[in-house]
């Protein structure tokens, strides 16, 4: 299963960018979608995620901010960013779970090839 993320850039700070990331593959399930993110010099830090069922889980800094959602017919998740800040500046990665057909059903852990995110002051 490959990941496509698009939706990076540069951006004032207290501004907007929208990221979509898309699944593809011969899919049978997902287990949740979820972005990641990773600023110079610091670990890769989980943003947001959501489950099958629709469950969104937030990282603190981001809460009332981010917003993230996905359109299950298409295998895509999009990650809403509002107000956004310099803090949030980072390679943004989505990262999806689940099942997918090769043969038989097997599972997958994937991730998107990343996208720059700029905040400027």
């Known amino acids: 299963v490959q990941l496509q993320a698009s939706g990076g850039g540069l951006v004032q700070a207290g501004g907007s960018l929208r990221l979509s990331c898309a699944a593809t593959?011969?899919?049978?399930?997902?287990?949740?979608m979820g972005w990641y993110r990773q600023a110079p010099g610091k670990q890769r830090e989980l943003v947001a995620l959501?489950?099958?069922?629709?469950?969104?889980n937030y990282a603190d800094s981001v809460k009332g901010r981010f917003t993230i959602s996905r359109d299950n017919a298409k295998n895509t998740v999009y990650l809403q960013m509002n107000s956004l800040k310099p803090e949030d500046t980072a390679v943004y990665y989505c990262?999806?779970?689940?099942?997918?057909?090769?043969?038989?059903?097997?599972?997958?852990?994937?991730w998107g090839q990343g996208t720059q995110v700029t905040v400027s002051s």
């Open positions: 959501i489950t099958s069922g629709g469950n969104t």
């Open positions: 593959g011969i899919i049978v399930s997902i287990d949740y």
């Open positions: 990262n999806t779970r689940g099942t997918y057909y090769s043969g038989s059903p097997s599972p997958f852990d994937s």
